[in-house]
C-alpha cells in the first residue's frame, strides 16, 4: 500500500528531527525515515555524551564553505539565541565551557528528548530501520520513494543524512548519491575535525609522549589556533589540531607554539645571568612536561650549564618550541571526524529555503551541504539553522 505525505525527511539526526517539527508546526504530514535503529546517535555521542549544542559566539567566520556567504542567512533567521532558548523552554540546564561553547549539564539525551517531544507534538511519524532504495520525481511533480517499507508519495523530500563521518554510527554517502541522482554539483568530501597521523620517523619520536597535553597555538597559511594539542600513540590530537585539521592539505605543513605565553629566549637570558649554573633542562621543566622537553632538545644540550650557551643557542632551543614546524602523515580520516568537509555544492541551492534550485521539492540540510563550521557548537547550530529555514517551506 502506497502512502501519501506532504513532507518526507531522510535523516533522523540533528538537522532532519529539527527540519521535521518545524515543518509540522505547519500542519505538515511529515515522516522522516532513518535506516539505524535509534534516532540522534550522534547527538548522543557528541561533546563526550554532554552534547555541544551550539556556542555563544556564532558568525560565517567560523564555517568553512566554497560559498562563505552561503551560511549567513540561515544563521541570522536561525540564531544560536533561537535555539539557546528552546532549550531553556525545555528546562534543560547547561553551562558554559572555554571559547562560548554551552554543553548540557546531565546528558545529550535531554537534546535529544527535545528534538523528539517537539516532533510528537507536531505530529511527526519517526520510523527507524527503514532504508531507501530510490528516489524519482514524477512528472506529477510528486517524489516517489521505494523504502524497505514500501512505497512512500512525498511533495518535498529532505535529504538530511549527514556526511561520511564516524562509520560505526551509520554514515553512508546516500545524500551525495541522491543530489548526483538529480544532476546536483557535489564537491569532493573530505574528514575534517580530524586528528594527524604523523611521518613514521616522527611517530618514532614523539609515541612515547602519549597522553601529554600542551597549551598550543597552531597555525597554518592564515588560520590559527589556540587549545591544547594532545599527544597520542598514533599522531596529534587535540581541539586545536582538529580545528586546524578542516584547513589543511596533504603535503602541507603546520606550525606549532608551544609556549605562547612566553618568550622563551627572553626567559633563558634572565635565568643565565640570575643563575648562571643552572641546567637547561630545569630551566625547561619549568614551562613543558620534561617528556617533551627530552623529545625536542638533545641530551648533551639540556645538560649544559646556561653559562655555557650562547645567545644564538639560546635562539635555536626557543624556536625548537615556538615554532616547530611538522608535516602530517595524513588524518585519522571518517573513522575519528567529527564532521565532513565538502558535499553538496551550496551554489545549487537556495540561501534562504535550502531547496535545490533546479529541483523544486528537493532540499539540502546539515552536514550533507558543503558548509563545516568549527569544533565547538557551530556545525550543531548549523544542523538547527539549516533545517529551521527548510522547516519554513516544505
Known amino acids: 500500500m502506497t502512502q501519501r505525505v506532504d513532507v518526507l525527511v531522510i535523516g533522523a539526526g540533528a538537522s532532519g528531527l529539527m527540519c521535521a517539527a518545524e515543518a509540522g508546526k505547519r500542519q505538515r504530514k511529515v515522516l522522516v525515515l532513518d535506516h539505524a535503529n535509534k534516532a540522534g546517535k550522534k547527538i548522543l555521542m ?16 567560523n564555517y568553512l564553505s566554497r560559498n562563505p556567504h552561503f551560511c549567513k542567512s540561515a544563521l541570522s533567521r536561525y540564531s544560536q539565541w533561537d535555539f539557546l532558548a528552546l532549550v531553556q523552554q525545555y528546562e534543560i540546564s547547561y553551562h558554559e565551557r572555554s571559547h562560548g561553547q554551552l554543553f548540557c549539564d546531565n546528558s545529550a539525551k535531554d537534546i535529544l528528548n527535545m528534538l523528539l517531544s517537539e516532533c510528537r507534538c507536531a505530529g511527526v511519524t519517526i520510523r527507524l530501520n527503514s532504508a531507501v532504495d530510490s528516489i524519482v520525481k514524477q512528472s506529477d511533480g510528486w517524489f516517489a520513494l521505494h523504502s524497505s517499507d514500501g512505497e512512500i508519495l512525498s511533495r518535498s523530500v529532505v535529504i538530511a543524512s549527514g556526511g561520511l563521518s564516524i562509520p560505526r554510527m551509520g554514515a553512508t554517502p546516500f545524500g551525495y548519491k541522491i543530489a548526483r541522482q538529480f544532476a546536483v554539483n557535489v564537491w569532493p568530501t573530505v574528514a575534517a575535525l580530524v586528528p594527524f597521523t604523523l611521518q613514521p620517523h616522527d611517530k618514532e619520536r614523539l609515541s612515547y609522549l602519549s597522553g601529554i597535553a600542551v597549551d598550543s597555538v597552531v597555525s597554518h597559511a592564515q588560520q590559527s589556533f589556540r587549545d591544547n594539542i594532545l599527544f597520542t600513540h598514533r599522531g596529534l590530537s587535540g581541539p586545536a589540531i582538529l580545528q586546524i585539521s578542516s584547513y589543511w ?9 608551544l609556549l605562547p605565553d612566553c618568550q622563551l629566549q627572553d626567559e633563558l637570558l634572565v635565568a643565565q645571568q640570575q643563575r648562571p649554573q643552572r641546567r637547561l633542562k630545569s630551566v625547561l621543566a619549568h614551562y613543558l612536561p620534561k617528556r617533551v622537553v627530552a623529545a625536542f632538545v638533545a641530551d648533551e644540550l639540556l645538560d649544559q650549564p646556561l653559562q ?59 552536514e550533507v551541504v558543503d558548509v563545516t563550521g568549527w569544533l565547538g557548537g557551530y556545525n550543531f547550530q548549523w544542523a538547527w539553522s539549516s533545517a529551521w529555514c527548510a522547516g519554513q517551506y516544505v
Open 46 to 61: 557528541s561533546g563526550g555524551g554532554r552534547c555541544n549544542f551550539t556556542n555563544r559566539s556564532v558568525a560565517a567566520d
Open 249 to 257: 592539505q596533504p603535503g602541507e605543513a603546520i606550525e606549532i607554539n
Open 308 to 366: 655555557t650557551m650562547s645567545r644564538s643557542q639560546m635562539c635555536s632551543v626557543a624556536n625548537l618550541f615556538h615554532r616547530w614546524s611538522i608535516k602530517p602523515n595524513g588524518t585519522e580520516g571518517y573513522r575519528t571526524a567529527e564532521v565532513t568537509a565538502g558535499g553538496v555544492d551550496c551554489d545549487a541551492l537556495s540561501s534562504k529555503t535550502m531547496e535545490c534550485r533546479e529541483v523544486p521539492g528537493l532540499y539540502f540540510i546539515g
